[in-house]
């Protein structure tokens, strides 16, 4: 089984509903001058919202199958310009194994070429 790659796009106005949403409020998400200030190349996109992206990828891969586990290391930041650009976050499929009922799925996650979370990975249960 192959899945597509997805890109997704992450503007300032995706941080700032995240933030409404979840709660979080850091000043790194929002403010370049307290990301620069805690060694942070820029306003940085919340991890959770990253790994809500890997989330997004395997619904859209598995028809919405239930998923068993979800999760990734948060090992580089995405950086999100102050621009209608934004950055764009890829979500692939880096190997399919299936065991009974459950389909592991080892994923790879990038922001312009950079891994932005170490061994990701999804079991879902398909239906």
């Known amino acids: 089984m192959t899945y597509q790659p997805l890109t997704f796009t992450l503007t300032r106005a995706d941080l700032v509903r995240y933030a409404g949403a979840s709660g979080d409020f850091n000043p790194i998400h929002w403010s370049d001058r307290v990301a620069g200030s805690v060694?942070?190349?820029?306003?940085i996109a919340h991890g959770m919202l990253t790994l809500g992206l890997v989330a997004s990828a395997v619904a859209t891969w598995t028809d919405?199958?239930?998923?068993?586990?979800l999760g990734g290391k948060f090992t580089s930041p995405v950086v999100v310009p102050?621009?209608?650009t934004g950055a764009s976050v890829e979500v692939a499929a880096k190997s399919v194994t299936t065991d009974g009922d459950?389909?592991?799925?080892?994923i790879e996650v990038?922001?312009?070429?950079?891994?932005?979370?170490?061994n990701p990975k999804?079991?879902?249960r398909l239906r």
């Open 39 to 43: 060694g942070l190349p820029g306003v």
């Open 64 to 69: 919405d199958a239930e998923v068993v586990e």
């Open 82 to 84: 102050d621009d209608e």
């Open 102 to 106: 459950t389909t592991t799925i080892a």
């Open 110 to 118: 990038s922001c312009d070429g950079k891994r932005v979370l170490g």
């Open 122 to 124: 999804a079991v879902v």
